[in-house]
């Protein structure tokens, strides 16, 4: 090996087709990162420049939300062009460098695909309103006759995930009021149709165009959603938001997780296996866990998200059970399970462990189980109502847990700052759908898709040398980058120790529980002697013997404090 290769093993192709197994992988919403030119709004230019800040951290893979041209109806969720990249956020020869530059850090890329809608200003939207009904432009859509005399209502009663129905009436050509099309989400997001062919050999094309550009992989949104059944029988559904799956047989749900949609994803896994090392595939699919297995399945996408931790209250045996459950579904599905506690569209977890005690718990829908913050957020996301340094010590706690399981593990930007949700954002100001749609009553989740603070001061706090698209508290500047390069204890040294250990000690994706003669207190060891301690309770416990090599608070006498993780060596 040359001295120059040895310097820069990262710079060498991977040929590692497995890469993707353990992976720890940060989520760049991109929109909010970095934002080069000073518009206020983050872009692929501002990524290239923070990339030293990347392979700092030492993750393995971004996976960037949607870039493409948009009208942000729904941040980029409702796409115009597959295949280009928003104007505002840069060119396609922006994103090849951005790639090149990832990739020579060692950094894999990951991108975002939206099967499930396009956005209204897609071509093949536009056209279908300008065809006539029956068309084969509208048959790439949802497009129903309305119910009553005239068609004056909607094809079923289905509602938007985002509130209001699920339908939207259009005017014909020529200017008679006419069919209705589906959108599961805003009225800007008609739902495609995956029984047409032209449709899924467009979504091949772009398939087969990022992957010709050197993108590693694919997050696939609302995967479970794809086809549906819009026969007469399921014209009075229940709320589409609610999980009522008990209802149906596994698979015959008429919107979410049908069997069928899985044909889909085997055709693409043709396509992934036509590269070299073949790319790969996340799901967001929020299905129960015994139903995750076909997502993740190496016939399938070969990898889904795992929710159960995010959505699990901090406690010791909810965790334990979850990581139990999960690793068993990753082995029965071939895969290798993830791990997540924050994403763009969830309360940050280092304030939704700072919720007080009493603070109300999901009331469901997508988000259901333990708190959630929407609560918090409608009373006015006061961060005087949260227990901040608790939610810290907490969300380093199961961060440092989290980091140490078989499995990969997605990071969401901010997190490695211990950034908290911001809650008070003017509602003028307020960006997400799923307010507007619901006149404030859901609060949505701009909170958490505000621009990062790199510097302590600045028009943006370092976000570029503009603006923001969304506004950032004052309190942000405490959290800023280069405020915590500067501090041994912070928590971006934390992530950053922590993901440098974790290359070190990751080996087969084996885990042995141990007793730690306490409810309260999980322990369990990885191959090669690395033993992780987990303490949930709020009394200090002794730690086993070994090498302590992190923990996500300090020891207290050479003990464990309540709420903190320890990793220690044999
Ligand atoms: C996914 C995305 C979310 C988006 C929705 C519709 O759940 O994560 O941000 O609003 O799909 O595309
Ligand atoms: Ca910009």
Redesign the pocket.
């Known amino acids: 090996m040359t001295p120059d290769a040895a310097s820069h093993p990262a710079a060498l192709p991977s040929t590692d087709a497995d890469w993707w197994r353990q992976a720890a992988v940060y989520q760049i919403y991109p929109r909010s990162f970095a ?3 000073g ?1 206020g ?3 692929l230019a ?1 990524i290239t420049s923070r990339v030293p800040y990347l392979a700092a951290l030492g993750i393995d893979a971004v996976w960037l939300s949607p870039f493409y041209p948009s009208a942000l109806a729904d941040g980029g969720y409702d796409v115009d062009d597959y295949r280009d990249v928003d104007p ?1 956020i840069g060119t396609l020869e922006e994103f090849d460098a951005m790639t090149a530059a990832l990739h020579a850090a060692g950094i894999k890329v990951i991108v975002d695909v939206v099967p499930n809608h396009s956005s209204d200003r897609h071509v093949w939207f536009q056209e279908a309103l300008a065809s006539p009904r029956g068309s084969a432009a509208r048959n790439r859509y949802i497009f129903r006759d309305g119910k009553g005399d005239n068609g004056e209502l909607p094809p079923n009663n289905w509602v938007s995930l985002f509130g209001g129905p699920a339908w939207d009436r259009i005017t014909e050509p020529d200017g008679t009021p006419g069919q209705w099309y589906l959108h599961l989400f805003a009225s800007e997001q008609p739902d495609f149709n995956w029984s047409n062919e032209e449709v899924r050999e467009d979504f091949r094309t772009t398939l087969r165009f990022w992957s010709d550009r050197g993108v590693d992989g694919y997050r696939i949104d609302v995967a479970h959603a794809l086809t549906k059944n819009l026969d007469p029988a399921f014209d009075a559904l229940l709320d589409v938001r609610q999980g009522h799956e008990h209802l149906f047989v596994d698979g015959q749900h008429p919107i979410w997780d049908r069997d069928e949609v899985h044909e889909i994803y085997a055709d693409w896994r043709r396509i992934f296996d036509e590269y070299d090392p073949p790319r790969i595939a996340v799901a967001e699919a929020w299905v129960p866990a015994h139903r995750r297995a076909r997502y993740a399945s190496p016939e399938g996408l070969g990898q889904a998200f795992n929710f159960d931790l995010l959505m699990a209250d901090y406690d010791a045996a909810e965790f334990r059970r979850i990581i139990v459950d999960n690793l068993a579904f990753a082995d029965a599905s071939g895969s290798s399970t993830t791990w997540v506690f924050s994403n763009h569209d969830v309360v940050r977890h280092a304030t939704r462990y700072a919720l007080p005690d009493d603070s109300a718990a999901s009331a469901g829908g997508i988000m259901s189980g333990g708190k959630d913050g929407k609560q918090w957020l409608r009373e006015g996301g006061d961060p005087a109502a949260l227990d901040i340094p608790r939610g810290l010590r907490r969300a380093k706690a199961a961060t440092l847990l989290m980091l140490a399981l078989p499995g990969s593990a997605y990071l969401y930007q901010g997190e490695e700052l211990g950034l908290q949700e911001a809650g008070q954002i003017p509602a003028a100001d307020r960006q997400d759908p799923a307010f507007l749609r619901t006149q404030g009553e859901e609060v949505g989740r701009d909170g958490c898709r505000v621009p990062l603070p790199w510097t302590p001061e600045g028009p943006s706090f370092g976000f ?1 040398p503009g603006g923001a698209h969304l506004p950032q508290p004052a309190w942000f500047s405490t959290y800023a980058v280069s405020v915590q390069e500067a501090d041994a204890g912070s928590t971006l040294a934390f992530y950053r120790q922590a993901l440098a250990l974790r290359h070190e000690l990751q080996t087969a994706e084996e885990l042995t529980w141990l007793d730690s003669g306490r409810a309260d207190v999980l322990r369990f060891e990885r191959p090669g002697g690395w033993t992780v301690v987990s303490n949930f309770g709020t009394e200090p416990v002794d730690l086993p013997a070994g090498e302590v090599l992190l923990s996500s608070s300090p020891l207290v006498d050479g003990r464990l404090p309540g709420e903190t993780t320890a990793w220690l060596r044999a």
Do not use: L
Request: hydrophobic share 20%.
């Open positions: 934002d080069a030119n518009d709004i983050g872009d501002g505002r570029g």
